[in-house]
T-cell receptor, first 111, second 116 residues
Framework: GENVEQHPSTLSVQEGDSAVIKCTYSDSASNYFPWYKQELGKRPQLIID?????GEKKDQRIAVTLNKTAKHFSLHITETQPEDSAVYFC??????????FGKGTKLSVIP | EAQVTQNPRYLITVTGKKLTVTCSQNMNHEYMSWYRQDPGLGLRQIYYSMNVEVTDKGDVPEGYKVSRKEKRNFPLILESPSPNQTSLYFC???????????????FGPGTRLTVT
C-alpha cells in the first residue's frame, strides 16, 4: 500500500519559535494533502490542507508547502504558543475520504 | 449541531464475541470512513464508503465488516474480535472533493475497544 514518512516524531520548541514538520509520500497520483492536529484524548481536527495544483497555502500562523516533484510537503507553525502542543499528522490521498496518514509528530511548546 | 457520533465510546469484550460499533452523521455527507489508531502507527483506514451501498477496503480491512444501508449510518462490525483489534477507533465523514470549498473530514469522538 501507499506510505508516508513523517519527521520528526517528536519536536520541542520554545514559545515564540517556529516549528517545521516534514512528510514524504509515495503516490505521485495523490492530489490532496491535509494536516491534522490531535490534542490529548481528543479527535483529530483538520488545521490546513493543500491540493496538488498549489505550492503553498497559509492561514495565520500556519502554512503548508508542497513539492510534487520531490513528493514531500511540510507544515510550518510560526510564533508557537503552548496551545499548539499536540500531535500533528500529515496525510495524503485522492481526497478526504481515502487518506494515508503519517505516524505523527508530538510537538511540545515550552513556555 | 453538526456532528459525527459513535457508540459505544468504551467497550471491553472477549475474544470471539461479535460486536458492532455504530457511527452516525447528521451533515448529509456522502463519504464515511473508519480508522483505527494505535500508538506509534498513526491512523490507518479500515473501510470507506462513497455512498449508500458503496463500500471499499482501506489499508487494514482484515477482521472487519461494514455496511452502508442509509446515508447517515456506517456501522463497523467485528464478527470474531481478537486481541490484536484492541485499539482506538474513529469514524469520519466528509463531502465529495470540490475545488470550490474545503475538503474537511469530520471525526467522531472515538471508541476505545479492548479485546481480552
Amino acid at each position: 500500500g501507499e506510505n508516508v514518512e513523517q519527521h520528526p516524531s517528536t519536536l520541542s520548541v520554545q514559545e515564540g519559535d517556529s516549528a517545521v514538520i516534514k512528510c514524504t509520500y509515495s503516490d505521485s497520483a495523490s492530489n490532496y494533502f491535509p494536516w491534522y492536529k490531535q490534542e490529548l484524548g481528543k479527535r483529530p481536527q483538520l488545521i490546513i490542507d493543500i491540493r496538488s495544483n498549489v505550492g503553498e497555502k497559509k492561514d495565520q500562523r500556519i502554512a503548508v508547502t508542497l513539492n510534487k516533484t520531490a513528493k514531500h510537503f511540510s507544515l510550518h507553525i510560526t510564533e508557537t504558543q503552548p496551545e499548539d502542543s499536540a500531535v500533528y499528522f500529515c496525510a495524503f490521498g485522492a481526497g478526504s475520504y481515502q487518506l494515508t496518514f503519517g505516524k505523527g509528530t508530538k510537538l511540545s511548546v515550552i513556555p | 449541531e453538526a456532528q459525527v457520533t459513535q457508540n459505544p465510546r468504551y467497550l471491553i469484550t472477549v475474544t470471539g464475541k461479535k460486536l458492532t460499533v455504530t457511527c452516525s452523521q447528521n451533515m448529509n455527507h456522502e463519504y464515511m470512513s473508519w480508522y483505527r489508531q494505535d500508538p506509534g502507527l498513526g491512523l490507518r483506514q479500515i473501510y470507506y464508503s462513497m455512498n449508500v451501498e458503496v463500500t471499499d477496503k482501506g489499508d487494514v480491512p482484515e477482521g472487519y465488516k461494514v455496511s452502508r444501508k442509509e446515508k447517515r449510518n456506517f456501522p463497523l462490525i467485528l464478527e470474531s474480535p481478537s486481541p490484536n483489534q484492541t485499539s482506538l477507533y474513529f469514524c469520519a465523514s466528509s463531502l465529495p472533493p470540490s475545488p470550490n470549498r474545503g475538503d474537511e473530514q469530520y471525526f467522531g469522538p472515538g471508541t476505545r475497544l479492548t479485546v481480552t
